[in-house]
């Protein structure tokens, strides 16, 4: 209790949440003394790399995977011997080792899996790219929604954000934290504001530049080595480039291709539907075609003059087979403008054919052709994010 009050006094923000931080921040203020005394933290990298818990000088450090250290998944945990040095350091590099099992010896060893450099952050996407312009034509009587896109009733939710109203608003973006744990809860793409709030309203002049931070969020869903985890960060530290360089054109291509990864992913929850302040709220981020209908996604790549590569016209080959096997099914709504979440959820559903002999039912896939495309598609996207987006994502440090 007394090392944590102590602590509030020089340390702020999410860098108190964690109990470890105080036995690292404590042993740095009241054990070490001198010069020649040093310390060697076991621990994820956050303290230094996003908390800035300390600033002392890097003498040497290890990468390992958190799988063998009590923990179910593969995540980076570093083990870093600190010198009792004041240092403005802003990289450094830890040697990565991983456990493997040798099925010819049958015994596990040590295997050295390259350097990793560690990078402190400085900024977080909020700072840097949340639109936080106060539109004066906004009115605030309209919904706000759930997790999964549908509308939040009732007061069984804390509703911690305004119900904001405007023609120009197109969804809201959640893209907060340093961190990917939980990113299913701390990165999430909305047609309405979600109701917990900690996100942004996306307009239909700028939005195209604001997904990249969405984008970036999914990161560790595609890019999920063990090296990495707990070790790469989402950062704002190159907005300035960044925006220059979406200003000067040089990004177009970039931007079109996230535009085209989040309008097709099942990572985004935007659905179309009719809210209970009578509203249509329609997806204006997806490629629903059908019926000659268009939507903002679809007039801004033609705005842009981009050209599918043939990568790109694979996929939406098979975005309009999807498009072309729900048009038909009791459940399509030619109302509503469909993204591939909203497919999954509402038409690509499961249904009972028989019961097994514990009582429990036996499921299937109402419609097997459309739920194959689905998967194809997932799997589509998934190389196309390696491929197009992730390195770019990497070079302007939104995850760093």
């Known amino acids: 209790g007394y090392v944590v009050k102590q602590m509030k006094k020089e340390v702020s923000g999410v860098a108190l949440n964690d109990m470890v931080n105080a036995f690292i921040w404590s042993a ?78 049958k015994e596990n060893k040590l295997e050295y899996e390259g350097n990793i450099t560690v990078k402190k952050i400085y900024s977080i996407f909020s700072d840097k790219y949340y639109d936080k312009r106060i539109d004066n034509t906004d009115i605030y009587n309209g919904i706000v929604c ?83 985890m707990s070790m790469l960060m989402k950062s704002g530290d190159k907005s300035e480039q960044f925006e220059n360089d979406v200003e000067d054109d040089k990004l177009n291509k970039f931007l079109c291709q996230t535009l085209i990864w989040t309008c097709l992913t099942h990572f985004s929850h935007m659905r179309s539907f009719i809210g209970s302040d009578n509203r249509f709220y329609k997806n204006e981020l997806c490629f629903d075609n059908l019926n000659n209908k268009t939507t903002i996604a679809q007039q801004t790549l033609d705005n842009y003059g981009y050209k599918l590569s ?67 598609l997932k799997n589509s996207l998934k190389d196309y994010y390696k491929d197009n987006i992730a390195k770019v994502l990497r070079q302007y440090e939104f995850v760093k």
């Open 146 to 228: 759930n997790l999964d896109g549908t509308e939040t009733y009732g007061t069984e939710k804390i509703i911690s954000v305004s119900k904001t109203y405007n023609n120009n608003i197109v969804g809201y973006m959640v893209a907060k934290a340093s961190g990917f744990d939980n990113s299913a809860l701390s990165s999430s793409l909305l047609r309405c504001a979600r109701f917990d709030g900690h996100g942004c309203f996306l307009r239909n002049d700028n939005f195209i530049t604001k997904l990249p931070c969405f984008a970036a969020s999914c990161y560790f869903f595609y890019c999920n080595d063990w090296r990495y």
């Open 310 to 376: 043939k990568e790109e016209n694979s996929i939406f080959s098979v975005w309009n087979s999807i498009l072309g096997k729900i048009h038909n099914t009791e459940e399509y709504n030619k109302e509503y403008y469909y993204g591939l979440y909203q497919i999954d959820k509402e038409i690509n559903i499961n249904i009972q054919i028989g019961t097994k002999k514990d009582g429990s039912p036996i499921m299937r896939k109402k419609y097997g052709d459309l739920n194959d495309s689905v998967n194809i």
């Open 28 to 105: 740095f203020k009241y054990f070490l003394r001198q010069d020649t005394d040093s310390y060697i933290v076991f621990s994820p990298i956050k303290y230094w790399k996003s908390q800035h818990l300390i600033n002392k000088k890097f003498v040497q450090g290890f990468a390992f995977n958190q799988l063998h250290f009590h923990t179910t998944k593969n995540a980076c945990v570093s083990c870093i011997y600190w010198a009792n040095v004041n240092s403005d350091l802003t990289s450094f590099e830890l040697s990565a080792y991983d456990i493997k099992y040798d099925t010819e010896k």
